[in-house]
């Protein structure tokens, strides 16, 4: 067994709760035991050796309250150096945190309805819901109560406290706008079957360095059934998932190897002891697999507004300033969304103009642009795995873009991650880069054309590397490539299938690049 697997064995996971109060009367964490923070979303941050902590908080089915938001922003500034990320599970990250806080904060986000548990380690880690749950029209289903009750029964749960790997739930009631059902373990998505409304499963979802779209499992359960049918697969990859090697634990090497007919058989056989029905497939992404940017139309007469926050970094006057202005304009609630957005909804017609003028004077004004479809990981300014910088490049990417691409009628992703393991899903962008080390340089491998909306594929992983000093250069002249040439309604991955992939590997997009 791997290191961490013995010592999930010698300690359930969960307990580790009372040595971390123990670690905050002493002031001083045991080294031996650490690992098992991850499972209460405590992890030690680059550099590790100056003990400082990182901690990522859970959002339950992705709503809260503006209370809330000042709760989140008061812990940035008391503990976190003024640190605050949206992840894309919808989750909140803090950073430079001390050992001696966390029983404090742990108690400032019970009062608000939040916590870490399961925020990391091999289990149940957030579940992904619709951010548009009960606003958009062309919604089937409201998930906003079973994203709740998911969070309710699995976080936290000691029952799943020891899976083979980490473990990644979503569920939507509007499939046909997102598709992240297909980088998840279990992807629920809501539709309607001869007038009744049920739910569609894939399994096996993944990416980090080999990459595995979910498959179908071939069901229709009804909204009642999700949380046991949830319970039933983890279950199963519980027991039967790989804990040899940890590199090959994720539940989509168990889907390859079996198949998901036989995984479906054992589910219902060994954990559910009974068949579910068969169905069809669900509708699924059309959009391009990311959020609805915007103003948008609700389906009461409302509208939701969505907010990019580039690349996930909100300060602690923003997030008190967002909080009151959805109390100002909406009913003061907000949403984090997959994609390091955060929305507001149930603001009146009359009032959007309004809004987006005081959401513009703190940079945060809800146009639709590639602000809003670009995302990237922690990075190597805190990740101990990651090889390359990414908040601050990705944003001065952004920076560059946006003014260049504000014409474009279709929507493009980037998505930038600082080593393979995918945590802003590389694979499945418009333009997906991978940070990598290169004879002691930063440089980004390119997977080009990904996507979980239109084309539900992989990127083509491209030859070369791209110094990072060239990124701005070399997306500026893909994407001006694609507006000069695209024809009309032409997306970006269609586009690349009809040019052909060569034409966009680095060494001859940024051959004439002054050296």
Known sequence: ?????????????????????????????????????????????????????????????GTYSSDTLRTIAGISEDYARGTLDVSDRQAFQFHWLDIRDVPAIFDRLERVGLHSRGACGDTVRAFIASPLAGLDAREVYDVSALGQELDRVYSGNPEFGDLPRKFKVSITGTPELEGIHLVNDIGFLAHEVGGEVGFDV??????????????????FIRPDEVVEVAGAITAAYRDHGYRANRKKSRLKYLIIDLGVE???EIVET??????????????????????????QPQKDGLNYVVVATTVGRIDPARARRLADLAE???????????FQNILIPHVRTEDVEALSRELADIGLAPKVSIRGTTIACTGNQFCRLALTETKARTAHLVDH?????????????INLTGCS??????????????????????VYMVHLGGSIGEAQRLGTRLKGRVPSADLHVYAERVFGDFQRNRRVGESFVTFVDRVGADRFQPDAVLGAVPA
């Not at 899903?425 to 290169?438: C, E, I, K, P």
Request: net charge negative; glycine share 12%; charged share 25%.
């Open 401 to 413: 873009l946006e003014p260049l691409l504000a014409d474009l009628d279709v929507p493009v992703t």
């Open 328 to 338: 100002t304009y909406g009913r003061g609630e907000l949403r984090n969304t997959p």
């Open 202 to 219: 894939w399994v096996g979802g993944g990416l980090g360095a080999v990459a595995h779209l979910a498959e179908r499992l071939g069901v």
């Open 270 to 295: 060994e954990y559910l002891g009974r068949a579910l029905r068969s169905g069809p497939a669900a509708p699924t992404a059309r959009f391009g697999g990311n959020d609805v940017l915007g103003v």
């Open 262 to 264: 036989r995984f479906r």
């Open 1 to 61: 067994m791997s290191d961490i697997e013995t010592l999930k064995k010698n300690k359930p996971p969960f307990e580790i709760l009372d040595d971390i109060y123990r670690w905050a009367d002493a002031g001083q964490v045991n080294p031996e035991l650490l690992d098992l923070a991850k499972w209460y979303g405590i992890y030690p941050q680059r550099p590790q050796e100056d003990g400082h902590l990182m901690m990522r908080v859970k959002v339950p089915a």
């Open 421 to 442: 393991n995918a945590c802003t899903r590389y694979q499945v962008a418009d333009l997906g880069f991978m940070g990598a080390n290169h004879l002691g340089e930063e």
